[in-house]
């Protein structure tokens, strides 16, 4: 099978790329690895409440007649130039493609702590996927900590769902966020967002220091100014930001920028024919991420009028992606978190204390097996940058679990 416009994501920007491509006449085929459009922002689910423009950009995006939509795929590997093989619940096989649009999002940045492996213990975006999954959290006691503004997003959706948030640490200052507070006058629309989500609990110049508990988490400690506090809870919730999801990107040869995929006016790669958008390029919101899927969605048809009468657009959001880098960096005293014993890598059981001689990613597999396991160095890879100053593992096929007879169905072509 091959199409003209290929493009990965489903999320807002994934969204906005197919609709700016579709009136050209293009085959496009868009590909994404949850259940249904809409990325992890709009994720659907029993309890999910999405936005009445997620609903409308579904619809439309499912109507298109030049539009295929395969959900529940996920990229496994390059298959040669120009293809990639995918696998979903069924079958695997390849598909082809003249143009490439990435839009693969972001993930959490999880940073290691003591207990911080304890059942209880999630990401604050994994906290909200896990609720509009169909998680029970009603009469739950809720600590959500990190940075960013997704905590207060996490803390809304758990609230919603009958939870008790007790509290919401953020690691940056008050003055971080009163000047913060004050750009954003510039984004309306962005103000009454964060008043709608504003919470007593709520707490700058915070951060977590240990989750407590013997055999499930029983309470958690929290740095609060100059004091220390323990707060009893049932679930904790840690998010320290984004990190851009550009494993697919490193593997086809895309160039990165500051740990994004770098990408010029026209949101192309430095890859000929291939095109970034969305919280892969750098996050910043999903307004953001929407003009620049349609910046490449029509740059990537040759459509570049189009294209450029976005480009004032995208300026004003990527004022409001500046605004947030600068006000929620995160504070030195975070990588003094992780203690001896406390693990690093997960998937492997390896410690701080067998990484903190080492002098880099190669010397660290040298002596552990970190960054071998199941999520091939995706946590403990920006858990090392950031404490470390590591330069993250290079991304090596396959890019996720696939079954053995989707690789073997490539060999079979290749031969």
């Not at 769902?161 to 004050?182: H, P």
Request: with cysteine; charged share 20%; proline share 6%.
């Amino acid at each position: 099978m091959k199409v003209d416009l290929l493009i990965i994501g489903a999320g807002p920007a994934g969204m906005a790329a197919a609709l700016a491509a579709a009136p050209s006449g293009a085959r496009i085929a868009i590909i994404d690895d949850n259940p249904a459009p809409g990325g992890q922002i709009w994720r659907d689910g029993p309890q999910a409440h999405l936005p009445e423009k997620a609903r409308r950009l579904r619809e439309v995006l499912t109507e298109g007649h030049d539009i295929q939509v395969f959900s529940g795929t996920r990229v496994v590997a390059t298959a040669g130039a120009g293809r990639l093989l995918l696998e979903d619940a069924e079958r695997g096989w390849t598909l082809a493609y003249d143009t490439l649009i990435l839009c693969t999002g972001a993930r959490e940045q999880l940073l290691p702590f003591p207990g911080w492996t304890l059942p209880g213990v999630t990401g604050a975006g994994g906290l909200q996927a896990l609720i509009k999954g169909g998680l029970p959290v009603a009469g739950e006691r809720i600590v959500i900590a990190g940075s960013g503004p997704l905590l207060l997003a996490s803390a809304a959706t758990a609230r919603r769902a009958g939870a008790t948030v007790l509290r919401i640490a953020e690691q940056a200052s008050l003055a971080a966020m009163a000047g913060f507070s004050a750009r954003l006058l510039r984004w309306p629309g962005k103000v009454m967002q964060a008043v709608g989500l504003l919470d007593a609990g709520y707490r700058t110049s915070s951060h977590v220091l240990a989750a407590l508990g013997r055999d499930r988490l029983e309470a958690v400690r929290l740095q609060q100014g100059e004091k220390v506090v323990e707060v009893p809870c049932d679930r904790l919730a840690c998010g320290f930001g984004l990190i851009p999801n550009t494993q697919l990107g490193e593997l086809l040869g895309c160039r990165l920028e500051q740990q994004a995929i770098a990408v010029d006016e026209w949101q192309a790669c430095s890859l000929e024919h291939h095109f970034a958008a969305g919280e892969c390029t750098g996050f910043g919101g999903s307004e953001l991420a929407l003009v620049e899927g349609a910046i490449a969605g029509h740059a990537a048809v040759g459509r570049q009028d189009l294209a450029r009468a976005l480009w004032p657009r995208r300026r004003h959001w990527q004022g409001f992606a500046d605004a947030l880098a600068h006000s929620f960096t995160l504070a030195p005293a975070l990588k003094t978190l992780a203690q001896p014993d406390t693990l690093v890598c997960r998937c492997e059981d390896v410690p701080f204390a067998e990484l903190a001689n080492c002098r880099d990613w190669t010397d660290a597999k040298l002596h552990s097996r970190c960054g071998m396991g199941a999520c091939q160095g995706r946590v403990c890879g920006a858990a090392g940058q950031f404490l470390f100053g590591w330069t993250p593992p290079a991304p090596r096929p396959p890019l996720t679990l696939a079954r053995i007879e989707t690789l073997a169905g490539l060999e079979h072509e290749d031969a």
